[in-house]
């Protein structure tokens, strides 16, 4: 599934072509994704400008002129491709065409169907279903070491699992979360408590560098993962410890090797020499 880095290179190379554009139409070609459209849904985004496009953990926000968003989540094989007019020839799986006016067209393409899209007031966003109960982003200046120890207190769950609840920090995912404790030197084992202190002051920055450094790269590619342009990212070949599995440690000095264990049907890779 696309982690952070992947939706917000998605949404930055959608924000270039959409924002201030108006939909001059809309085609919806089934009914439903992973849960029902919005009903109308192509009638209600007909005519209607995008005035921001926003990203709040792993979702897309389009804000619209009416004071509404449309929420998007590329689900596990979604792909939001630009053309710069609507393509003759429809693509396998296109669900969804916005057409803007200038003539750039935005298909949605998902043959998975986890995908998802909603229409919600602006105003009311935060209440709504999908993030009530999301935490803080990682990239926000507000999430630091203090924030994220208040949140990991009394925590008796590995960090590795703590850190992929998304009422604690919105929008980690696997890939992420074991670079980020690899680089801060933490045991994906740790009992989550343990880390709030010194270890959290460490391991916030380490959330944020790897993130930015994914996001400056366009993202990780892989399985079915396209940026918005149809370009292919690249921080897989930077990865350090993920996918690693028997290599030696990449850590300056430590002798160690990657190793692989699974936590919550999830593969974890670290190194038990260096990661404490």
Sequence with gaps: MPE???VETVRRGLERRLKGRVFSRVEVRRPDLRFP???????RLTGRRVEALRRRAKYLLFDLDDRQTLIGHLGMSGRMHIHDALPNAQRPHEHIVFVADDGTAVTFQDHRRFGFFDLAETSALESHRFF???GPE??????????LSRRLAGKRTPIK??????RIVAGLGNIYVCEALFRAG?????????VAGRRAERLVPEIKTVLEEAIAAGGSTLRDYVQASGELGYFQHDFRVYGREGEPCRKPGCRGAVGRLVQSGRSTFHCGTCQR
Aim: hydrophobic share 50%; aromatic share 2%; proline share 11%.
């Design 186 to 194: 933490i045991s994906p084992k740790r009992i989550a408590a343990t």
């Design 138 to 147: 990682p990239l926000d200046a507000a999430f630091d070491g203090a924030e």
């Design 132 to 134: 009530a109960s999301l």
């Design 4 to 6: 952070l880095p992947e």
């Design 161 to 166: 699992a703590a850190l992929l609840d998304q």
């Design 37 to 43: 459209l919005p009903e109308n849904m192509a009638e």
